[in-house]
């Protein structure tokens, strides 16, 4: 049942919103607790906060299945918050996000490297094998 009204909850927000502020899913759960009693969570302070988050990751996987299945609108967002995500990663940090993340990258990829070679075990060989594909790359 919970699956259910969680579906429909996703489905009338994503009409309203397609990326709601966290406030506003905390709203709705607060709402739906406040309507059907029931529904109300023993043991957590609000009563609302597990369905606060079954919301929120409800709606990001209904965007997914939209994604998926070629909504122009979910897809223009998903860019657009990716780019206000490196942006307010560099506000707060002064830092560019990729070029860290690159930096970072580069810094860490022999050491990985080395300690995926030196696995062994029942993936050691499949590793093996994707590692001498990358050797094959590389060179």
């Not at 009338?12 to 529904?39: D, N, Q």
């Not at 209904?62 to 994604?67: A, G, I, M, Q, T």
């Not at 122009?72 to 307010?88: A, F, I, L, Q, Y």
């Not at 580069?106 to 094998?129: C, F, H, I, V, W």
Request: charged fraction near 30%; hydrophobic fraction near 35%.
């Amino acid at each position: 049942m919970k699956m259910e009204i969680l579906d429909k909850i996703a489905q009338a927000m994503f009409v309203l919103k397609a990326y709601p502020e966290s406030h506003e899913i905390e709203a709705v759960a607060s709402k739906l607790v406040r309507t059907h009693p029931c529904l109300m969570e023993p043991g957590t302070g609000t009563g609302y906060h597990g369905w606060t988050i079954s919301i929120k990751f409800k709606l990001g996987n209904y965007r997914s299945k939209l994604h998926r299945a070629g909504c122009n609108e979910v897809s223009v967002n998903r860019k657009r918050r990716e780019k206000d995500g490196d942006k307010e990663f560099n506000r707060v940090t002064t830092k560019e996000l990729l070029r860290t993340f690159r930096a970072a990258l580069d810094e860490y990829s022999p050491r990985l490297l080395k300690l995926y070679r030196a696995r062994t075990g029942a993936l050691g060989q499949e590793m093996e094998n994707l590692l001498d594909k990358l050797d094959e790359q590389v060179d």
